[in-house]
């Protein structure tokens, strides 16, 4: 894949009114603060996005809503998981009419899958995608664990953009870099790690942290990319913790949201049956974020 969409990708949340209505209005705000943090992408119909709880017309609603309040500033890239590859390639060509550049896949989750049958349920979709396609392992989600071997198998699609890695395996990204080569991108997807995969090798980071804290996650990857470890390791013993936090809570969806809406970016509830973080919770990371975000833009 000849794409060179690297770096930061926020992954943006949806915002919801109080009768747990679509508030898209609400959106732009989130979105521009990110884009002037300078995040390299923006990611929408994620799971932090609540994609799977929205319909139809809302989800339609909100990738152009994102694709028109981005205007190509960024790329923006597409969550269009489903259990077919069929209904996948139907999301990708539904995202490619909006203006988005790239599409997020997982392997059809629930089914317990080999992941050689997985592989080459994806391969289907990458003959065919209409956009290039980010791969996304997650098998706490999907009860697959695509290795290194078994992606290797997509290498031959011209779609095959990147990799979204996030089984937490200690080495696996320096692995994925040795099976791929360079020609296909690795991001980090567990924000507790992102230091890690960073010295493995990785090519960015799709974080659900830089929606919250999109200044903080920006200068952690430009230290990183330009080999200024130091840095790096130095701002990540600040903006660790409140990582680990997010990431290890079951809330960690009402953690980013309430945390927006108290930085004064309402974001609203999340939707039933998701949980909804405790009040301690949400000010314990509040307040570290608001003063990683501050001393990092006082930096700049």
């Known amino acids: 894949m000849t794409t060179t969409m690297r770096g930061v990708f926020a992954v943006s949340t949806t915002p919801f009114g109080a009768e747990g209505e679509q508030r898209l209005d609400l959106l732009t705000p989130g979105l521009t603060r990110a884009l002037d943090a300078g995040v390299d992408g923006i990611l929408t119909m994620g799971a932090t996005g609540e994609a799977l709880a929205l319909t139809t017309a ?3 609603d909100q990738i152009r809503a994102t694709v028109e309040t981005v205007d190509g500033r960024v790329p923006v890239v597409v969550g269009c998981m489903a259990y077919r590859p069929e209904d996948m390639l139907d999301l990708i060509a539904q995202a490619a009419a909006a203006g988005a550049q790239a599409a997020m896949i997982t392997p059809p989750f629930y089914g317990g899958l080999a992941p050689e049958v997985a592989a080459e349920a ?9 956009l290039p396609v980010m791969v996304y392992n997650n098998p706490g989600a999907t009860g697959v664990d695509l290795l290194p071997s078994h992606l290797a198998q997509l290498r031959g699609r011209e779609a095959f953009w990147s990799v979204k890695e996030t089984s937490g395996a200690a080495t696996r990204v320096a692995e994925l870099r040795q099976e791929l080569g ?5 991001f980090v997807g567990a924000d507790g790690i992102a230091l890690e995969g960073f010295a493995q090798g990785a090519s960015g980071w799709v974080a659900a942290s830089a929606y919250l804290a999109p200044a903080s996650c920006a ?3 430009r230290l990183a990319d330009a080999g200024d470890w130091n840095g790096a390791v130095e701002l990540w013993r600040s903006f660790g913790i409140p990582l680990g936090q997010i990431e290890g809570s079951p809330a960690f969806i009402s953690l980013i949201k309430q945390g927006l809406s108290a930085l004064g970016l309402e974001q609203g509830p999340v939707r039933s049956p ?3 973080a405790d009040h301690d919770s949400v000010a314990e990371v509040v ?3 608001t003063a990683l975000e501050q001393e990092v833009g006082s930096d700049d």
């Open 58 to 60: 809302e989800r339609e």
């Open 122 to 130: 994806l391969d289907r979709v990458l003959e065919r995608s209409e």
């Open 287 to 289: 307040s570290a974020v």
């Open 219 to 221: 200068r952690l990857w």
């Open 274 to 276: 998701l949980p909804t």
């Open 182 to 186: 360079e020609d296909v991108e690795i």
